[in-house]
């Protein structure tokens, strides 16, 4: 289960979300915005671990030192908010393994086996992947979405919401493009909102219709190239690793 604090424009009460989180039976949570210091009493005391999603090494050791634990690093080619660094998983990710001690989850822009193996080599103790699962059987959305994702290049994300220091990485469709339009031209949120909004995002995937809403969707949707059930996804994903990492990469340190 996912816990986002404070990323949206509407007044959320989390206080509550927890408690069904508490009350659910979910062993392990994940937060991601901001801090889950206020939640990490509750959180011990109903026995749930927390993993929290940073975009910054400094937010990973205030993570640590409040008890997390592990966290998730989040690299700039990301689906969804990055941070507003711009720090590329290629330097976040061994930058968190130089200083922290919890074990690190590497995220952001990876989409297959050389993905994993390059986490493991940076200093991660495993991954987790958001576009990609977007394009897999089993994900509830239209087939058009899935193959709008098969078929665009790494080039075809945008950042928006930057003007408002909480940017995100979407894909590059009707909706990006006005935004970016309005953001350049200086407007404010509300001009914005109702392009945006959760509910036409899921419009989007339901309908199929790519331009609908925002849709949320990383760099590596240029690295996927086919529509797998998530068993097929993992195996491959793994067995790939294993290939790149006892072969080729072992290929040249013997050489
Ligand atoms: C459709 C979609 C929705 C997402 N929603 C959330 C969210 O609500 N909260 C959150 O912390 N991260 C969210 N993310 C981000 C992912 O958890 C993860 O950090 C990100 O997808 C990693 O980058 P990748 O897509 O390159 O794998 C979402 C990602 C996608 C693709």
């Not at 671990?49 to 090494?57: S, Y």
Request: aromatic share 4%.
């Amino acid at each position: 289960m996912n816990l986002t604090v404070g990323v949206v424009a509407t007044e959320i009460n989390y206080d509550e979300y927890v408690e069904v989180i508490c009350r659910s039976g979910v062993k392990t949570v994940e937060t991601a915005g901001r801090s889950p210091e206020p939640f990490m009493e509750r959180f011990n005391e109903a026995g749930i671990k927390v993993i929290h999603k940073c975009v910054a090494v400094r937010h990973a050791l205030k993570a640590e030192r409040i008890g997390v634990a592990a966290v998730i690093i989040d690299g700039f080619e990301c689906a969804g908010h990055p941070g507003e660094e711009d720090v590329t998983g290629l330097v976040l990710i061994p930058a968190a393994a130089n200083t922290l001690s919890v074990p690190i989850v590497a995220t952001g822009g990876i989409a297959d086996g050389r993905g994993l193996a390059a986490a493991l080599a940076l200093g991660a103790d495993g991954i987790n992947m958001g576009t990609r699962f977007m394009v897999t059987e089993e994900a509830d959305i239209h087939q058009n979405i899935k193959q709008s994702i098969v078929d665009m290049t790494e080039t075809q994300t945008s950042l928006i919401f930057r003007s408002f220091r909480n940017t995100a990485r979407v894909y590059t469709n009707d909706v990006a493009r006005k935004v970016s339009e309005i953001e350049a031209a200086g407007g404010d949120f509300s001009e914005i909102h109702g392009l945006v909004s959760g509910d036409k995002q899921t419009e989007a995937w339901q309908s199929g219709n790519i331009d609908a809403g925002m849709v949320t969707v990383g760099m590596c949707g240029g690295l996927i190239k086919d529509i797998p059930n998530c068993k097929q996804l993992i195996e491959t994903l793994v067995s790939d690793a294993e290939t790149i990492i006892d072969q080729r990469l072992a290929k040249m340190t013997s050489a």
